[in-house]
């Protein structure tokens, strides 16, 4: 993503491809795809710098500060380093999205229908291909081993001694965290995920695909602190879940010390994984055609 996108909330995860390679986008998948009843674009004009997708109930969706190379990453399941071909200001110009359905509609479906506006409105055309020798990260355990907590019942609480969670109200349930993603500037803490899930984290952060060779299978928490460089700065990082966070999950960290490692040596030291520049394939989503939003 562009850089200097520091505060950024958002209530929908972007994940890795998953759709067919070389499949074109015809005009009779554009038309077999479920579409919203009626979306009004515009170009935002906030001051705040958030970034947010968020399902609402009701069938509707509220996107804001979002460019459309974020709008092409949520309605295509894809990061940002697999979008090809994008003019420049699909990553400059921000936009705020308004958009409901004609009833509620699970979140696939809420993708389906943001391709179709992003076919009607900016004229999207696209094909996929795979670029065979991108720049990828391999994850491998660092000498000495793996330094992940496996997540056990009652573990999902706390993974940051020095910033817990706020203790539930006297008599109430205790806090359940597993399965969350808590993420700051240099900044995070995960409970009871399964390294799929740091892998999505770190190709984010990064800026590249992840191959895992770490052979860990099972879920853990951790805490991860680092100083974010001009490779970091600008990576969304793994976005919540619908809904955003989860109720109760700690608010966004602060910002680390100075000190801190680089993000590869924090990797190393306190995760006990190491991340080496490779080269591999990678699925790309190669834009033939993109225009500015037709008037609302």
């Known amino acids: 993503?562009?850089?200097?996108?520091?505060?950024?909330?958002?209530?929908?995860?972007?994940?890795?491809?998953?759709?067919?390679?070389l499949h074109a986008q015809s005009p009779a998948a554009v038309t077999d795809r479920p579409a919203f009843e009626v979306a009004t674009i515009k170009p935002d004009t906030g001051a705040s710098g958030m970034i947010r997708i968020q399902i609402a109930p009701g069938g509707r969706l509220?996107?804001?500060?979002?460019?459309?190379?974020?709008?092409?990453?949520?309605?295509y399941d894809v990061r940002d380093y697999q979008i090809s071909g994008a003019p420049s200001w699909a990553g400059s110009q921000q936009y705020d999205v308004v958009a409901k359905s004609e009833k509620a509609?699970?979140?696939?479906?809420?993708?389906?229908?943001?391709?179709?506006?992003?076919?009607?409105?900016?004229k999207l055309a696209f094909h996929r291909e795979t670029k065979t020798d991108a720049p990828v990260y391999e994850l491998t355990p660092a000498r000495g081993g793996l330094k992940l907590t496996a997540s056990t019942a009652g573990s999902c609480v706390t993974v940051d001694r020095d910033h817990p969670p706020a203790p539930p109200p006297p008599g109430g349930p205790i806090p359940n965290y597993c399965g969350n993603i808590r993420m700051g500037r240099g900044r995070i803490?995960?409970?009871?995920?399964?390294m799929t899930r740091l892998i999505e984290t770190l190709s984010n952060i990064l800026g590249r695909a992840i191959v895992d060779k770490t052979g860990a299978t099972g879920t853990y928490n951790f805490h991860l602190e680092y100083t974010p460089d001009q490779a970091t700065a600008g990576g969304l990082g793994a976005l919540p879940g619908p809904g955003g966070r989860a109720p109760g999950t700690p608010a966004l960290a602060p910002p680390p010390d100075s000190a801190s490692p680089d993000i590869f040596t924090a990797l190393q030291e306190q995760l006990g994984v190491r991340a080496q520049s490779s080269k591999g394939p990678v699925e790309m989503l190669v834009i033939d055609r993109l225009e500015r939003p037709s008037e609302n």
């Open 105 to 122: 509609a699970p979140p696939t479906e809420m993708r389906l229908m943001m391709q179709s506006l992003l076919a009607d409105r900016f």
């Open 189 to 194: 803490d995960a409970w009871g995920i399964p």
């Open 62 to 75: 509220n996107a804001e500060n979002v460019t459309v190379r974020i709008l092409l990453g949520y309605a």
């Open 1 to 21: 993503m562009a850089a200097g996108m520091a505060a950024v909330t958002a209530a929908i995860l972007i994940g890795a491809l998953t759709a067919p390679l």
